[in-house]
């Protein structure tokens, strides 16, 4: 059981820098909780506060109904890994998984038994007499997930864990760690960077930018409804496709305008815009690369630029309006680089953005 509850928490370092501010966020028991942000954005710093390992400025940390703000790291029951590893480089691999057990003077026999079957499920059975000099960079951070394993935490910490790793063995320790989630009874917290790894291995996602947490959800519903640019520009890969646009009547039907296009806008869509006040004004307009299609009275007209196939789909890169657009076809799609494409949206899927104020309309 783990209830996790951040309340207004912030991080004011000494030299002045207010790496988190006003951190609010409720964390169910067997959530799996991604922080994900650019490089500086206070994920770090917030699962330090959360872990003990730096002090909480300002606000509470609550777990399971208590105050932790006080409580020193070795007693909240919790377990990190790091993305250095931060293994005991002169202990051998048995060792530094058997460290915590033996701190806790578990019998000998039985800390034994719990290293070979953490160390069977990692694949580390061969290796447990090196140290970790000897061990590759997947096999380091094996041996950092089963000495927190072995402790069976009511959370897991995880720190940026596979940002060291090439891309195949990324592949590989992700699908791990889901099935380390899925079998334990624990609370997972995982920072990253990489909204690739925060989208498969999120229940619950918090998006943050310079300290401040843009958006809290579900990986579906960050990727079909961003709360803002900068949501919408983040989350997804390619970035979803943003056009500067104005709201316009035709005829009293309320379009987009994207260059020299005209979009009618679907119903519920425009009766937002008019009760927004957006008429007549500008505003951003988002289109994810799959929800533009090809149509031969496509209003957009431009050239393709680049074009790069990926299996069973393409990407069409092109320019329109000042903007960079991509666009996702089937590979079977006969177009290539240096035709001229015709272009037009799903009107039910676009996403419109306040210009100003960055929020979705
Ligand atoms: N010990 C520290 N002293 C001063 N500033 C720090 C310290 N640690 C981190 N920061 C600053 O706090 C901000 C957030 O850092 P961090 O939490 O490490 O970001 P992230 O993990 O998202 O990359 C950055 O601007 C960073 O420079
Ligand atoms: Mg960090």
Redesign the pocket.
């Known amino acids: 059981m783990a209830e996790i509850q951040l309340k207004h928490m912030y991080?004011k370092?000494?030299?002045g820098?207010t790496?988190?501010k006003d951190f609010n966020l409720e964390i169910k028991d067997k959530e799996f909780v991604i922080?994900v942000?650019?490089?500086?954005?206070?994920?770090?710093?917030?699962?330090?506060m959360i872990a003990g390992l730096?002090t909480i400025s300002d606000g509470e940390l609550i777990i399971d109904g208590k105050r932790m703000n006080e409580v020193p790291s070795c007693d909240r029951d919790m377990a990190m890994v790091f993305q250095n590893y931060a293994l005991y480089h002169h202990m051998s691999v048995y060792d530094n998984i058997a460290y915590s057990m033996k701190l806790k003077r578990v019998p000998k026999a039985e800390i034994k038994k719990k290293v070979g079957e953490v160390a069977e499920k990692l694949g580390l059975s061969e290796v447990l007499d090196r140290k970790p000099k000897e061990l590759s960079g997947g096999q380091k951070q094996r041996v950092a997930m089963g000495r927190a394993i072995v402790r069976n935490p009511k959370v897991f910490l995880m720190?940026?864990p596979l940002s060291n790793l090439d891309a195949k063995l990324r592949n590989q320790m992700r699908a791990e760690i889901s099935s380390l989630y899925q079998e334990s009874d624990s609370t997972f917290i995982y920072?990253t960077?990489d909204q690739v790894e925060a989208m498969t291995l999120g229940t619950k996602i918090v998006v943050?930018k310079d300290?401040e947490i843009q958006q809290v959800a579900t990986p579906k519903e960050l990727y079909e409804h961003p709360d803002n640019l900068f949501v919408a520009g983040f989350i997804g890969m390619p970035p979803m496709n943003i056009f500067d646009g104005a709201c316009v009547p035709v005829n009293g039907v309320l379009h987009i305008r994207v260059g020299k296009a005209l979009l009618p806008l679907p119903a519920q869509m425009a009766e937002k815009l008019r009760r927004g006040d957006y008429i007549n004004q500008d505003l951003m307009v988002g289109v994810r690369a799959e929800d533009i299609k090809l149509a031969t009275d496509g209003q957009l007209e431009s050239r393709v630029e680049v074009y790069e196939m990926l299996g069973d789909y393409a990407y069409l890169y092109l320019t329109y309006a000042g903007q960079k657009v991509c666009v996702r076809v089937s590979a079977n799609t006969d177009v290539r680089r240096g035709d001229t494409i015709r272009i037009t949206f799903d009107m039910e899927k676009i996403h419109l953005f306040d210009k100003y104020r960055k929020h979705r309309i």
């Open positions: 991080k370092f000494e030299d820098v790496a988190v922080f942000g650019p490089s500086g954005c206070g994920k770090s710093t917030t699962l330090r730096e720190d940026e920072v960077h943050l300290g």
